[in-house]
């Protein structure tokens, strides 16, 4: 079975604090993303990774950046926390076979309150 | 511009009965893939069904299927024979790019709500 794990299913954080969230998966998969998902507005993406030390901006990646140093590791973080970055983050990863990525497998979720 | 548009934010249909979820999409790439995911309450997100768009026939699993309509850019989510447990938020979501640059964006979702 495919494992996503998040580092913290609840963080409260104060404002104007650096916060990482970590994502590790155990397949061996190339792709690796970091949505935050808010009632009504879906999941967004924040970044993905296509390989190790390889990063690729979301749509929304402002307030945030990442790290990845190892396959199966992706880092989220947040360098000066702010009371609108608290959401709920989604980390997933995705395999990809001959060119073509399917589907992600995500984590539990972290939900980050930031006051 | 919205890459994917979920435009029904809650749907009720009886137990047993079928539904269809709609996602329209936008994009100029020639490969792409579309995806199906339900999310309960618990809150995992659970991936359904996938429709490549070389794909010719219509992606099926088990009670769920994909009506795939490449002119119109739908591709929409049919479920057949209800269950209470389809009760969830369900969410449409595309693969687009090329080689390793393979974004992945969501639409907002749709809240199924399943009446016995």
């Known amino acids: 079975d495919v494992k996503v794990t998040q580092s913290s299913r609840y963080l409260v954080k104060r404002t104007g604090e650096k916060v990482f969230l970590e994502c590790v998966q155990d397949?061996?998969?190339?792709?690796m993303f970091w949505y935050r998902q808010d009632p009504g507005l879906g999941l967004r993406l924040i970044y993905f990774s296509y390989d190790v030390k390889m990063k690729e901006k979301g749509d929304i990646p402002e307030g945030y950046s990442v790290s990845r140093e190892k396959k199966e590791r992706f880092s989220l973080i947040l360098e000066s926390a702010s009371t609108n970055q608290t959401s709920m983050y989604l980390c997933?990863?995705?395999?990809?076979?001959?060119?073509?990525?399917?589907?992600?497998?995500f984590g539990p979720g972290t939900r980050l309150t930031v006051t | 511009a919205q890459k994917i548009t979920q435009t029904q934010p809650g749907m009720f249909v009886q137990e047993k009965e079928a539904v269809t979820l709609d996602c329209t999409y936008d994009?100029?790439?020639?490969?792409?893939?579309l995806f199906w995911y339900k999310q309960p309450s618990s809150g995992e997100m659970i991936f359904l069904i996938y429709?490549?768009?070389?794909?010719?026939q219509n992606a099926t699993e088990g009670r769920y299927s994909l009506n795939f309509q490449k002119a119109r850019k739908s591709a929409n989510l049919v479920i057949s024979a209800s269950q209470l447990g389809d009760s969830a938020m369900y969410f449409c979501?595309?693969?687009?790019?090329?080689?390793?640059?393979?974004?992945?964006?969501f639409g907002i979702g749709t809240k199924l709500q399943v009446i016995p």
């Open positions: 397949m061996d998969h190339e792709n």
């Open positions: 979501a595309m693969r687009e790019g090329r080689g390793g640059y393979q974004k992945v964006t």
């Open positions: 994009t100029s790439d020639q490969s792409y893939g």
């Open positions: 429709q490549g768009s070389y794909d010719e």
């Open positions: 997933a990863s995705s395999p990809r076979v001959a060119g073509i990525s399917y589907e992600q497998y």
